[in-house]
C-alpha cells in the first residue's frame, strides 16, 4: 500500500512569487492534514479536511495560504505571495477517520529567498 | 488548552544503555498522547499512543511509555539503544475540541547514539 506522498520534496522560491504544494493521501482515508515546522520551532497544524470539506483550518497563518482538496482526493497547498517567513517544512497526513492513527508524508521543504 | 513539554531538546546515550526522553502534557481532560519519530528525510512514524486504556503502552522497536496522571507525564524509554534509534522524538497530544484530529507537538528531542 502506497503511503501519503507530497510533491516537491524542495522548493526554493524568491520572495513575492507563488508555490503550489501537493499531497495524496493514502487510498480511502477521507482526512487529510496539512502542518508545518518552521526552522527552530515546534511542528503546528495548519488544517484538516474531511473529504473535500475542510474541518479545522484554525491553524492557517494568514490569507495568503490556501488550500483544497477538490474531489475528496488529493490537496494543494498554496502561497501566494510567499514571504521569507513562510520557510520551513510541510507537512501532510491522513487518516481513516480523525481519530485513527495519522500517517504522515516525508514533507515538502520551502525555502523562500 | 492542550500542550506538550519535551524536557530535552537533546539527548545523547551510548549503544546498549537505557533511553530516557522526557515529556510532559497539559490537558483539562483525559488526553490521547503519542510518541513519533522522524529519521532524517523520512516523515513522520508513529512510535506509540494512549488512549485512556492501559498506563504503560508499548510501541514499536522496543519503545514503551508511561501516562502517570498525577505527574501529568508521558516519559518515553528504551531498556537498550541502538544505533539506529538516531532520530528526532515528538511527543504530541491530540487537541480536545471536537471532531477534529489536530495534533499538538512538542518541540521535539533529538536522540544521539553513540557506538
Known amino acids: 500500500e502506497a503511503g501519503v506522498t507530497q510533491f516537491p520534496s524542495h522548493s526554493v522560491i524568491e520572495k513575492g512569487q507563488t508555490v503550489t504544494l501537493r499531497c495524496d493521501p493514502i487510498?480511502?482515508?477521507?482526512?487529510l492534514y496539512w502542518y508545518r515546522r518552521v526552522m527552530g520551532k515546534e511542528i503546528k497544524f495548519l488544517l484538516h479536511?474531511?473529504?473535500?470539506?475542510?474541518?479545522?483550518e484554525s491553524g492557517m497563518p494568514n490569507n495568503r495560504f490556501l488550500a483544497e482538496r477538490t474531489g475528496g482526493t488529493y490537496s494543494t497547498l498554496k502561497v501566494q505571495p510567499a514571504e521569507l517567513e513562510d520557510s520551513g517544512v510541510y507537512f501532510c497526513a491522513s487518516s481513516q477517520d480523525w481519530a485513527n492513527e495519522q500517517f504522515f508524508g516525508p514533507g515538502t521543504r520551502l525555502t523562500v529567498l | 488548552a492542550q500542550s506538550v513539554t519535551q524536557l530535552d531538546s537533546h539527548v545523547s546515550v551510548s549503544e546498549g544503555t537505557p533511553v530516557l526522553l522526557r515529556c510532559n502534557y497539559s490537558s483539562s481532560y483525559s488526553p490521547s498522547l503519542f510518541w513519533y519519530v522522524q529519521h532524517p528525510n523520512k516523515g513522520l512514524q508513529l512510535l506509540l499512543k494512549?488512549?485512556?486504556?492501559?498506563?504503560l503502552v508499548k510501541g514499536i522497536n522496543g519503545f514503551e511509555a508511561e501516562f502517570k496522571k498525577s505527574e501529568t507525564s508521558f516519559h518515553l524509554t528504551k531498556p537498550s539503544a541502538h544505533m539506529s534509534d538516531a532520530a528526532e522524538y515528538f511527543c504530541v497530544v491530540r487537541s480536545g475540541s471536537g471532531n477534529t484530529g489536530k495534533l499538538i507537538f512538542g518541540q521535539g528531542t533529538t536522540l544521539q547514539v553513540k557506538p
Open positions: 479536511f474531511v473529504k473535500e470539506s475542510k474541518q479545522d
Open positions: 487510498s480511502g482515508h477521507d482526512n
Open positions: 494512549y488512549t485512556s486504556a492501559a498506563t
